[in-house]
Each structure stands twice: as C-alpha cells, then as structure tokens.
C-alpha cells in the first residue's frame, strides 16, 4: 500500500483547490488568458524536459519569491533567481551527472497562477538514479514568472546529498 507524507497530502490538497474544488477569489488584472498560461507552462516544460532549462528561467523574474516546503536540505525561502539557482541547481550539479529531467504529468490554471505536477528524473555522480516527484505552484505577472512555491518529496534529495556529498572531517 502507498503512503502519502504530509507535503504530499498538502500539494494534491492545493492541486484540487487550483482545480475548482474551492471559491477562488479572480484573477489579478494583470492576468494572461488561462489558455495562454497554459500554453506558455507547457512550451517552458517541453524545453525543460529536453535538457533546455533555459526557456523556464528567462521567464523566472530576478527577483521572484521562491519557497521549498518541508524539512529537506534545499528547504527555505529565496528572494532572487540568482539567489535560488546558487543554492539549490549549483548544489545539485554537484551531486548529479545531469539536469533533473521533467516529465509533467498535470498541468492546472487558473488565472495567474499554474500547478505543475512532474516527475523528475537523473543520475548521481556514484551512478545511482535519482526520480522524484514534484508540485511546483506558479505565480505569473504576465509571462513572467514571480513567485513559485515547490513541493516534492524531500527525505529522496536528503538521501541523495547524505550519499554523494563529503562530510565534514571525513
């Protein structure tokens, strides 16, 4: 049987929410068509899924609002694009052989904000696959992207860090 952790249960909580399960107040006036938003998530991840990252982060503001959830090492909020890919991609690309590979399973819009569900997939430097599964929850200005809020299952990425990162005196 497959459990769900707490994160988990909270992402597909706010899946159903963004889907029209609860009153959602209207969009901000700034908002893009649904449709266009849509369109525009879906081209930046079909680049992201070919190894091509840079699509996504052309959109992402300098100064976006980016959280990871939870407990994990890569936990906390970041204020800037370069303050988010220093700590978090810059880190990986330490640990892994190459890019986390998305395959989006759902995409959810409403207004300026998107939810995509994905499964992320590559291989550590020892070899070792590494697949997690994702929620990241966009907030859009336009067609840039201003804030993202990231759900995924963190205790795989502090697995993944506690085997390919040196330790401290050792």
Known sequence: MKTFSG??????????????????????????????????????????AQGNSRPFFD????????????????????????????ATYGRLARVLKGPVRPAVQRIVVEGNDAVVQWRGSSTSVQGQPYDNEYVWVLRFDGA??????????????????????????G
């Open 59 to 86: 959109h992402v503001a300098d100064d976006v609002h980016w959280t990871i959830t939870g407990t994990n090492m890569l936990s906390g909020e970041y204020h800037s694009k370069r303050e988010f890919l220093d």
């Open 7 to 48: 994160t988990n249960l909270a992402a597909f909580g706010l899946v159903l929410t963004l889907a029209g399960c609860s009153v959602a107040p209207p969009p901000a006036p700034h908002t893009a068509p649904s449709h266009s938003t849509r369109a525009l998530v879906q081209e930046l991840f079909d680049a992201y």
């Open 144 to 169: 840039r992207i201003v804030e993202v809020t990231a759900y995924f299952d963190g205790g795989r990425l502090d697995a993944l860090f506690r085997a390919t990162e040196p330790r401290p005196g």
